[in-house]
């Protein structure tokens, strides 16, 4: 059997890590990786490669950054030759970036089956463009992997078959407690001086975010105010550091804000576990921040990952203005939100090896 794996974007190399273990651990499984290009930088590709173990791809497309329609169309038409060119039984698409929506329209054009690992998230938000890239790789999809209870209902709710729809729990969740030893040997606290527990971390990369003055300086004003008396560490995507250097926010002294190029993944892990907060708009950060039961704080309207609202590790925080982010943070820190418990939100941390027994043994 042959499958062929398209990965782009940062967190599709940590979704894929565990899957790719689990399909090349089975005989008669030939595993095809495909990187689309999409992120090429070292610090954002590279580096999780090596942290993760990842098998040097058999295709790198090369695609890089463009407009979506540019950037997609581009993704479609060398996704396509590569089917063509190796004939595989499924293609596997993950999460909900340009790449998975290129990977599942030129799989399902050549009638390859299509799987599709994270799916059902909704944010029910059609400006974000993640949520028109799930919603179209869930439809264009014959399998459907989803991480949580709620993600399977809302392909329930979208009239998607029965059959399709496979809760198999969280691959993210799965990596975080297959890499969170070794992260443990990183040297990244020591390196940036900080003492576990006494520091916030920050992220932030979503496009409504980044590319919206005012939030961006709400964001940024709201973090120096908290970094007055928390020390802040802040790993910048390449998106966020042109968006800052844009509102001239990259010159001069940030203080206890600490402004930092991405970081690695086993770094990201201990800088999470180790946080007293996280702020951030990323999904995974804000599983991430779960599974090590470190109080979060979503910088958005409404998250995909409800659950986490709901028992009390998450709090919304719609980045209205710097004083509301600053009062939203220091509450927390003075009163750190404790969360319910709730047993396998996101599975046992064996979503991969499950996702990867129906997928071989037959989906029917
Ligand atoms: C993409 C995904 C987003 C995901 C994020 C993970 C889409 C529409 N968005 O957003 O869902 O959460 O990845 O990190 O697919 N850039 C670099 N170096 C790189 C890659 C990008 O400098 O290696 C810069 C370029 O200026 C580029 C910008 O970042 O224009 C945005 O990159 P892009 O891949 O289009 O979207 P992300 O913001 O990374
Ligand atoms: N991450 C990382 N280094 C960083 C920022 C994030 O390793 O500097 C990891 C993070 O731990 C998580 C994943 O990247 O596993 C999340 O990716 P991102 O925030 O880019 O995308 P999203 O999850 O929002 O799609």
Not at 36 to 56: C, I, N, R
Not at 165 to 174: F, Q, T
Not at 306 to 326: F, K, Q, T
């Amino acid at each position: 059997m042959k499958i062929v794996s398209i990965v782009g974007a940062r967190p599709q190399f940590i979704k894929a890590a565990m899957v790719s273990r689990a399909l090349r651990a089975r005989p008669g499984v030939r595993e095809v990786l495909v990187h689309t290009g999409q992120h090429y930088d070292d610090a954002l590709s590279g580096v999780f490669f090596e942290d993760l173990a990842l098998p040097e791809p058999d295709h790198r497309l090369g695609i890089g950054s463009a407009s979506h329609g540019v950037q997609t169309g581009q993704m479609i038409e060398a996704i396509e030759r590569v089917l063509l060119d190796e004939r595989p039984d499924w293609v596997l698409v993950y999460g909900d970036t340009n790449s998975t929506l290129a990977g599942a329209l030129a799989a399902v054009k050549l009638l390859i089956p299509v799987a599709h690992v994270e799916a059902g998230l909704r944010s029910f938000n059609r400006a974000m463009p993640e949520e028109i890239n799930r919603v179209l790789a869930d439809h264009a999809s014959d399998l459907l992997f989803a991480p949580t209870e709620a993600a399977a209902v809302n392909l329930r709710r979208e009239g998607l078959p029965e059959e399709r729809i496979r809760l198999v729990g969280d691959v993210m969740y799965d990596a975080a407690r297959h890499f969170a030893g070794r992260a443990e040997r990183s040297d990244v606290l020591g390196k940036l001086g900080l003492a576990r527990g006494t520091y916030v971390l920050a992220t932030v990369h979503r496009a409504e975010n980044t590319d919206n003055e005012t939030r961006l300086r709400s964001i940024f004003d709201g973090l120096r105010s908290v970094a007055a008396r928390t020390p802040v560490v802040m790993p910048l995507h390449p998106r966020t550091r042109e968006a800052l250097a844009r509102l001239g926010a990259m010159k001069g002294d940030t203080g206890n804000l600490r402004l930092l190029d991405p970081v690695r993944y086993l770094d990201m892990l201990l800088l999470e576990r180790n946080a007293r907060l996280i702020i951030t708009d990323s999904g995974g950060a804000q599983k991430e921040a779960f599974f090590f039961r470190v109080p979060c704080m979503t910088l958005r309207e409404e998250t995909e990952w409800v659950e986490l609202v709901e028992l009390g590790w998450n709090r919304l925080v719609p980045p209205g203005d710097a004083g509301s982010i600053a009062g939203a943070v220091e509450g927390a820190l003075m009163h750190p939100p404790k969360g319910r418990e709730a047993d396998g939100l996101y599975g046992g941390g064996r979503a991969a090896e499950i996702l990867v027994e129906i997928l071989v043994e037959g989906a029917g």
